[in-house]
């Protein structure tokens, strides 16, 4: 016995099957060409309302900077390390103005040559190390180099120089006293 | 052999205004990212004239957003 699938009644293919709207869509007709269809007007209004968003992005970004005025302020003058703490050549880290501030990395250039900065690259605030080898100061995120004696950028992205933190000696202890504008 | 017709250029101001709008979305998302890029490195002086910029290009893409149809087949100016 033979089986006719195109015979009216008969079994349906599996092509047909599928083809066959399911019972849900027979149910909730919708027309999906126009459902997928974007206008002009929606296409351009996604980019109005990202615009938008930025806009607002940025607006946060000058609030946050707005509220930080501490750069302006006067900082206190903190105990860092004995002078005989650090070898020359060797370099310590602390946080400046208080145990909650900001990383500095002070460095030992010579007998009675110290030299701190914020220790945050300026290209995108990673943390910079000193390379003793290199005898810079090195942002390992996109290798960028500071020269340890100014501060200034040598290599790679960075273009701004370090934060410098003022470091006094004062019987053989040193403190931290203040930030410094770099040239 | 037949040539294609030529069809005769028209200028088309809706994509013109998409174009526009799509030229200053990508102009305030540099903004932002040199925005980021020098708040980050420390340079706070900058952000808030790019926030005035940023809000210049909105207010732009908002005007020129206004200029667009209302949706398909329908115009500001009514068909006869």
Known sequence: ?183 | VTEPPNKPFRFDPTGAVLFVIIGVFVGQLWLLMATMEAVLGGDRSISLPAFLAGLACLALNIRLFGYLGRGDGQTDVPNR
């Not at chain 1, 020359?88 to 007998?111: I, K, N, S, T």
């Not at chain 1, 933190?165 to 202890?173: A, C, D, L, Q, S």
Request: proline letters at 8%.
């Open chain 1, 1 to 183: 016995m033979s089986i006719d699938a195109n015979k009216p009644g008969g079994p349906m293919s599996r092509l047909e099957r599928l083809a066959e709207p399911a019972e849900h869509e027979r149910m909730f007709p919708t027309d999906r060409p126009a459902d997928r269809r974007v206008s002009r007007r929606e296409f351009g209004r996604f980019f109005v309302v990202a615009s938008g968003s930025m806009a607002a992005g940025q607006g946060w970004i000058a609030l946050r900077s707005l509220g930080s005025g501490e750069a302006d302020a006067v900082l206190p003058v903190q105990a860092v390390a004995r002078v005989d703490e650090i070898p020359v050549g060797g370099a310590v880290a602390f946080r400046y103005p208080d145990p909650d501030g900001e990383p500095v990395l002070l460095v030992r250039l010579a007998e009675r040559r110290f030299v701190a900065y914020v220790q945050r690259c300026t290209h995108l605030s990673c943390a910079v190390v000193w390379d003793e080898k290199s005898r810079c100061i090195l942002c390992p995120c996109h290798a960028g180099c500071f020269e340890p004696t100014t501060g200034r950028a040598t290599a790679g992205p960075p273009k701004r120089p370090l934060t410098a933190v003022r470091i006094e000696i004062r019987g053989g202890t040193l403190y931290a006293a203040g930030r410094m504008e770099t040239a």
